[in-house]
């Protein structure tokens, strides 16, 4: 929502250089590089600190992701305590297909999930670097973006009264549903794309059945396995759009994973309790420009990528760098050559990563279309990858990402 300003001139009014609106992955390690480059800056959440340190949702990052967040001194519990995968497994047409794409760009993916991030940047930020953040605020508005005096307003938890703060820069890192996107939405141009497919997401209490990640790509449907740790276990089963995860317990379940991901000389799954199941449907956006005045959009507040390529946390670093870096460059220097082409620098990985996302949906649930033609092409995909150096070569660098150095 977008108002004008309540008493921005007043005495009581708080000022912060920045306003960060959300505490997740992208609004956290943007506070984290202003506080590192000595930028006081707010971050506002209105969920419990408890809440956003326990949400489970992804857990797989790309190399450029991580050294980014190595050089902001941000990694050391990632670095000390996450899994490094170097190759993946494709079942399909019966078989197993290892995918060792460590070997053939000496690159790897690490697996920490998205909740240990959350609880190591919250530290960082509140704890180490002192940086002042508000959880649990409600009715956050934006007042004046495309003025040069814009403000955030928020009710206090605690009193319960509209506390005003006067900033230079927001950064609107809310999520989908947040109040920063939903405040440029009659100015913004989204684009749109629903692959008419659901995943149902379960969390296992079992420890993994292999030490990589599988795809199976099978005639009923896609399924996934995506390591979590050594006790818990990430998995997908392709259901249809809108499925009520009521209709799936758990022999259902565990049948259909068995079966979508059975191959000849495959090791057992290991069956565990489920602890979470939930039906995603697979969907994507993306939000142009992703700035309006002084507001700036990152994360999930500007472009959803589906669960399918493994890259929205991802995105969430890259622009969480891009901005954070620009927005010290602006504030301490006056350099404002970072924001001016924050946008367009972000939206060519996004769409580039997007593209991705497609291509690999086909190569997922092409096989369960239920037309011959897609399903004899699905799988003459698959089999190139495993024939063509070339379409090997191809596939590792975008599945490991090609974003630039951060």
């Not at 930020?125 to 409600?138: K, P, S």
């Not at 939206?347 to 497609?358: A, C, G, I, M, T």
Request: aromatic residues 10%.
């Amino acid at each position: 929502m977008t108002d004008a300003s309540p008493h921005a001139d007043s005495p009581a009014t708080q000022r912060f250089p920045v306003v960060v609106v959300g505490a997740g992955p992208a609004g956290l390690t943007v506070g984290c590089v202003l506080r590192a480059a000595g930028v006081d800056c707010l971050v506002l959440e209105t969920e419990t600190r408890e809440f956003v340190e326990r949400l489970p949702r992804a857990g797989v990052i790309e190399e450029p992701a991580v050294r980014g967040l190595e050089r902001r001194g941000l990694a050391g519990n990632l670095l000390e305590r996450a899994q490094r995968h170097t190759a993946c497994e494709f079942r399909f047409d019966g078989g197993r297909h290892r995918f060792a794409y460590g070997e053939l760009t000496g690159r790897r993916h690490w697996v920490y999930p998205q909740q240990f991030l959350v609880t190591d940047l919250v530290r960082e930020y509140a704890d180490v670097r002192g940086g002042a953040v508000r959880f649990g605020v409600r009715d956050v508005r934006l007042h004046e973006p495309d003025s040069d005096r814009p403000s955030v307003s928020y009710v206090c938890p605690e009193s319960g009264r509209r506390e005003v703060v006067a900033c230079e820069f927001v950064a609107g890192c809310d999520g989908a549903r947040g109040v920063t996107r939903a405040s440029v939405a009659e100015r913004a141009a989204v684009a749109r794309h629903d692959y008419g497919i659901g995943w149902l997401a379960l969390l296992a209490e079992a420890p993994p059945s292999a030490d990589r990640v599988l795809f199976g790509c099978h005639p009923d449907g896609f399924a996934g396995q995506m390591p979590r740790g050594p006790e818990v276990t990430r998995y997908y089963l392709q259901c249809p759009p809108g499925d009520d995860p009521g209709n799936w317990p758990h022999e259902r379940v565990w049948t259909e994973l068995r079966r979508r991901l059975g191959a000849a000389g495959a090791e057992p799954l290991t069956e565990g309790r489920l602890i979470e199941k939930r039906v995603l449907d697979m969907h994507d956006y993306v939000t142009e420009p992703m700035a309006f005045g002084r507001l700036y959009l990152a994360g999930d507040a500007a472009h959803l990528v589906a669960p399918i390529a493994a890259k929205g946390l991802n995105l969430a670093l890259y622009d969480a760098f891009a901005l954070g870096d620009a927005l010290a460059a602006r504030l301490l220097k006056g350099d404002g050559t970072g924001l001016d082409g924050y946008s367009a620098s972000c939206l060519r990985r996004v769409w580039d990563y997007q593209e991705f996302s497609q291509w690999l949906s086909e190569l997922y649930h092409g096989s369960a279309a239920g037309d011959p033609f897609r399903a004899g092409t699905t799988l003459a995909r698959l089999r190139r990858l495993f024939s063509s150096p070339a379409a090997a070569a191809a596939f590792a660098e975008r599945y490991l990402g090609t974003a630039e150095r951060y």
